[in-house]
T-cell receptor, first 109, second 112 residues
Framework: EDKVVQSPLSLVVHEGDTVTLNCSYE??????LLWYKQEKKAPTFLFML????IEKKSGRLSSILDKKELFSILNITATQTGDSAVYLC?????????FGAGTTVTVRA | EAQVTQNPRYLITVTGKKLTVTCSQN?????MSWYRQDPGLGLRQIYY???????DKGDVPEGYKVSRKEKRNFPLILESPSPNQTSLYFC???????????FGPGTRLTVT
């Protein structure tokens, strides 16, 4: 059975902290891993990862994929209250998309 | 403006009354998909379509139907809704494959 597991389920940090979110997966015919941000509305795309070891960066967010160990991490540095959201990991396989349950990040001022 | 639209945004209905949720995209995307989101379960894919007249089941297709007669539209049909289909539904589209999907605003469905 295809599985995408995110950890932790939730965390609370203070502004300026660094956050690391984890996503592990077990799927057949892996094509890509994606990260989305959801703030009480539709998810918005953050990153797509297809190759191991190549870090993708966008401002204070970065992500990397390990296809051997079947996991990815999403880092957020110098967190701000606007980073408060649910972060979703999804894995594309056989043209389907399987999501993890998400990690709820709360950033306190 | 590039967007995915869904209608209705909110719907309360009764068990067994057929309903359709429409989804339309203006980006000429080949790939379209429907998801439901439930607390603690995340997003689960219901059906997807790789192009016109090509549809396939996702992880939770039971109780749902779809059609893709035109590239821009991908309606979700519940022939006989049941309370366990109460959920938040998202339609999404992308150029190809399932990556970098653009999501619609969501449809909150309640079946009593």
């Amino acid at each position: 059975e295809d599985k995408v597991v995110q950890s932790p389920l939730s965390l609370v940090v203070h502004e300026g902290d660094t956050v690391t979110l984890n996503c592990s997966y077990e799927v057949t015919n892996f094509r890509s891993l994606l990260w989305y941000k959801q703030e009480k509305k539709a998810p918005t795309f953050l990153f797509m990862l297809t190759s191991s070891g190549i870090e993708k960066k966008s401002g204070r967010l970065s992500s990397i994929l390990d296809k051997k160990e079947l996991f990815s991490i999403l880092n957020i540095t110098a967190t701000q209250t606007g980073d408060s959201a649910v972060y979703l990991c999804a894995v594309e396989h056989d043209y389907k998309l399987s999501f993890g349950a998400g990690t709820t990040v709360t950033v306190r001022a | 403006e590039a967007q995915v639209t869904q209608n209705p945004r909110y719907l309360i209905t009764v068990t067994g009354k057929k309903l359709t949720v429409t989804c339309s995209q203006n980006m000429n995307h080949e790939y379209m998909s429907w998801y439901r989101q439930d607390p603690g379960l995340g997003l689960r894919q219901i059906y997807y379509s790789m192009n016109v007249e090509v549809t396939d089941k996702g992880d939770v297709p039971e109780g749902y139907k779809v059609s893709r007669k035109e590239k821009r539209n991908f309606p979700l049909i519940l022939e006989s809704p049941s309370p366990n289909q109460t959920s938040l539904y998202f339609c999404a589209s992308s150029k190809e494959g399932a990556y970098e999907q653009y999501f619609g605003p969501g449809t909150r469905l309640t079946v009593t």
